[in-house]
């Protein structure tokens, strides 16, 4: 299924002075019914309040601006996993066919438990799909699965936390945008949770939940996901062992990501749990980081 699931990806950061080196990978899912270009457009619009920036090799203007992920991250390789074409289900039951780019299908978005079952075989054949490039994008960082962080928006949100009960190895981090747990009503525990996927590989215990920051954002106002769902969620999380979860809520913003202060909250998170590495580097250390890219 891997190979089916195409990428889009920016390499890191660079100015007419200088070439970031690549320290990290963000992987981004996006949405249910986008596609890259509009997604990619939405991400870039997305910047944070005004701030100075860290001094930065290669940049050499310091005056206030607002940040976007591209610019905050410079040493982040960006990899944007598009979701393959599926059948929408709930309109193939009348008569119709209609096919959108989903991670999984869902057959009532009104009430996503309803039918839940349809959800699995998706999920199941995406989150092989996002492990598999996880697994590449921590070889060429030398096996550092600490370097790769992990984000989704909406059903891409979804199918980034089914893929985190599903790792082998703690990763930097997870973000997760106005999106909300599959089967969180039937399933208790992490064994029922894999159990629903059936995926080979398939780790014990929740030593990734507890050892992978996480940070989750949900508008109050969200028309699609509702609030009650990310709350659900977070409850979840902890139930099932993550300890390293911050929550952030908002009152407007809609499904979407809320600027300015929802991408201060992530540049925030990301330099407190992520960038340890980056001061290790700059200091001149000499671990190992493959910088052949």
């Not at 599959?182 to 059936?198: D, H, I, N, W, Y």
């Not at 080979?200 to 929740?206: A, D, E, K, R």
């Not at 709350?231 to 099932?240: K, Q």
């Amino acid at each position: 299924m891997s190979s089916q699931i195409l990428t889009t990806i920016f390499p890191p950061l660079k100015t007419s002075q200088y070439e970031h080196p690549h320290t990290h990978t963000l992987i981004f899912l996006h949405g249910r019914g986008d596609k890259i270009p509009s997604f990619l457009a939405g991400l870039s619009a997305w910047e944070s309040s005004p701030t100075t920036p860290p001094p930065s090799p290669g940049l050499s203007d310091q005056e206030p601006a607002a940040l976007t992920l591209r610019t905050a991250f410079p040493t982040f390789r960006l990899v944007f996993p598009r979701a393959p074409l599926r059948i929408v289900a709930a309109v193939a039951a009348q008569g119709e066919r209609l096919e959108w780019n989903q991670w999984f299908d869902v057959w009532n978005t009104n009430d996503f438990s309803d039918n839940e079952e349809l959800q699995a075989e998706g999920l199941k054949e995406s989150v092989s799909g996002i492990r598999e490039i996880i697994r590449q994008e921590a070889e060429k960082l030398g096996g550092r699965y600490d370097r790769i962080v992990l984000a989704g928006i909406s059903m891409g949100g979804a199918t980034s936390i089914h893929t985190l009960f599903n790792l082998e190895k703690p990763i930097g981090a997870f973000l997760g945008f106005c999106c909300r747990c599959p089967f969180a009503g039937s399933k208790k525990t992490l064994e029922e949770m894999r159990a629903v996927l059936g995926l080979p590989g398939t780790p014990q215990g929740n030593e990734v939940l507890k050892k992978t920051p996480v940070l989750l954002e949900h508008c109050i106002d969200d028309p699609l996901v509702k609030i009650k769902s990310g709350r659900t969620l977070r409850r979840v999380l902890v139930g099932l062992g993550a300890e390293r979860l911050e929550w952030k809520e908002y009152e407007t913003g809609g499904h979407w990501f809320k600027a300015p202060d929802g991408m201060d909250d992530v540049i925030s998170f990301m330099r407190k749990n992520v960038l340890e590495v980056l001061e290790i580097l700059d200091s001149g250390s000499d671990e190992d980081v493959d910088m052949d890219i």
